[in-house]
Every structure is written in structure tokens, then in C-alpha cells.
Nanobody, 122 residues
Framework: VQLQASGGGLVQAGGSLRLSCAAT????????MGWFRQAPGKEQELVAA????????YYADAVKGRFTISRDNAKNMAYLQMDNLKPEDTAVYYC????????????????WGQGTQVTVSS
């Protein structure tokens, strides 16, 4: 499966962005989907993950209550709605797919999209 992330940009603190991940090649209904981010000088971290059919969702503590992950298997799309953004959310965001019902470990993810830059100004 090939993944294409989009929707990043520059936003002021407190603003919102919606990231999209378009999948081609295979249906994403067979994959758990996740969003990762990597800030300069920091390790890549899992931000949110969603199970194949959306029933099980994981959020990193840093984004709980502000970010919402979702998926539309019929459209082969995954999304990350980011509200109340903070400067510490600045990073390159990646979508990824895992051959699992749900996946919270980076090593579980086999397919990666290119990153999309999110910059939050204070």
C-alpha cells in the first residue's frame, strides 16, 4: 500500500489543521493506521493510532483531548484533526499502515507516507 500525507502548514497557536492520508494500491481496511511525528532533534513518536475498523483508538498523552484520528475505509483515507495546536506540536507528521488490528509500536508499521510539515507559531 502506498501512502500520501497532506494538509500540513503554518498555523498560530490555538489554531487547527486537518491532516489527510490517501492510500493507494490496496484497501486500508486490512491495516491499522497511525500518525507519527518527528520534531527536530527528537525521536519519532506515535501520535495516534486507529484499529482497522475504528473501534480501538490510541492517543499519546501529549495530544489527548486535542487531536482526533479517524478513517474512511470506503475512501481509503485516514485523517488527523488537530485542534488547539501548540508550538510543541511543530514537527514533520507521517501516516503509516500496519498489518495488524491495532498497532502502537513503530516496528509494527510497514508502510509509510512521506512527511508533511506542521509548524505552530507562538
Amino acid at each position: 500500500v502506498q501512502l500520501q500525507a497532506s494538509g500540513g502548514g503554518l498555523v498560530q497557536a490555538g489554531g487547527s489543521l486537518r491532516l489527510s492520508c490517501a492510500a493507494t494500491g490496496r484497501t486500508i481496511r486490512n491495516y491499522a493506521m497511525g500518525w507519527f511525528r518527528q520534531a527536530p532533534g527528537k525521536e519519532q513518536e506515535l501520535v495516534a493510532a486507529i484499529a482497522r475498523f475504528g473501534g480501538n483508538i490510541y492517543y499519546a498523552d501529549a495530544v489527548k483531548g486535542r487531536f482526533t484520528i479517524s478513517r474512511d475505509n470506503a475512501k481509503n483515507m485516514a485523517y488527523l484533526q488537530m485542534d488547539n495546536l501548540k508550538p510543541e506540536d511543530t514537527a514533520v507528521y507521517y501516516c503509516a499502515a500496519a498489518r495488524a488490528i491495532i498497532a502502537v509500536e513503530r516496528n509494527d508499521y510497514s508502510y509509510w507516507g512521506q512527511g508533511t510539515q506542521v509548524t505552530v507559531s507562538s
